[in-house]
């Protein structure tokens, strides 16, 4: 589950998950990396970016 409580309501309005764990394994979804913004040069911040959230999902699933 996000911490965000608007990301987490359309979460759970659409049937949506950041993770699922199964065991114990941990299946993730829905992470992108790509440009920062409009005018954005490379993908360096993007993979930052997507690598954050992705220790962020992995942390709240223990």
């Given at each position: ?5 608007e ?19 941990v ?33 709240r699933?223990?």
């Amino acid at each position: 589950m996000p911490d965000n409580p608007e990301a987490r309501a359309f979460q759970e309005a659409v049937g949506y998950a950041d993770a699922v764990i199964a065991g114990d394994t941990v299946y993730l979804s829905g992470v992108v990396a790509g440009p920062a913004g409009e005018g954005a040069a490379g993908l360096d911040a993007g993979y930052e970016r997507a690598f954050k959230h992705i220790a962020a999902t992995l942390s709240r699933g223990g």
